[in-house]
């Protein structure tokens, strides 16, 4: 299924993670995925001891986790409701839709933000991320770069550790796989922008083009 086709649904996400051992991983997961084989447009993503449930419906995705619960409640294993959560994309994803319950009795609320594998996703008509949390940590690392060797060091090792420690493990994480519209490239040159003014000791933008 492509890209656009997925967005023109309304995509409610459940991401649930368990506390399970490595050698259950292989025992769960084939059941786990026939839960979407019963349901049109549905689907599950499982990594490690996290579940994504995909559904285009309130009624399919909570049909969907029970099923899930099911299987893990056989396998003796919980879901850790407090970090699950619900989300939704598409045309209604800012309706109000009730919670659902795991079956210890514990709420798995609704967000409008996920992360997921370092990517923060956001609520949204369309599939849409946030380069917040990214551009904080990446300004946070070079600061402590900047802090720790100063002016010692060439400029030539300060661009080689800004680039192998906060440009491509921070702030370019995960971006390969997303598309980038010029509202994020914009959001990216900001704070590599700023960083190459504090290197070079300038607040004209010119040079740093220039350079």
Not at 87 to 114: A, Q, Y
Request: hydrophobic share 40%; aromatic share 12%; with cysteine.
């Amino acid at each position: 299924m492509t890209y656009g086709h997925i967005c023109s649904r309304l995509i409610l996400v459940c991401v649930m993670v368990l506390s399970c051992r490595q050698c259950y991983f292989a025992i769960y997961i084939d059941d786990v995925c026939t839960c979407s084989k019963f349901y049109r447009y549905s689907y599950v993503i499982l990594y490690a001891d996290d579940i994504v449930l995909l559904a285009p419906s309130v009624t399919t995705r909570e049909s969907m986790f029970t099923s899930c619960v099911v299987e893990l409640t056989y396998l003796d294993m919980a879901v850790n409701s407090k970090k699950s959560c619900c989300f939704r994309v598409g045309p209604r994803c800012d309706k109000h839709c009730k919670n659902i319950r795991t079956s210890r009795g514990h709420l798995i609320p609704w967000v409008d933000e996920m992360r997921y594998f370092g990517l923060f996703i956001v609520q949204s008509r369309t599939f849409k991320y946030s380069l917040d949390h990214a551009k904080r940590s990446f300004y946070h690392a070079v600061n402590g770069i900047f802090g720790r060797i100063g002016r010692m060091a060439s400029e030539e090792v300060i661009l080689e550790l800004i680039k192998t420690k906060c440009l491509l493990p921070i702030l370019l994480y995960g971006l390969e796989v997303c598309p980038l519209s010029k509202t994020n490239l914009r959001s990216l040159d900001f704070p590599i922008n700023r960083f190459f003014m504090k290197l070079f000791n300038t607040s004209d933008i010119q040079i740093v083009t220039e350079c």
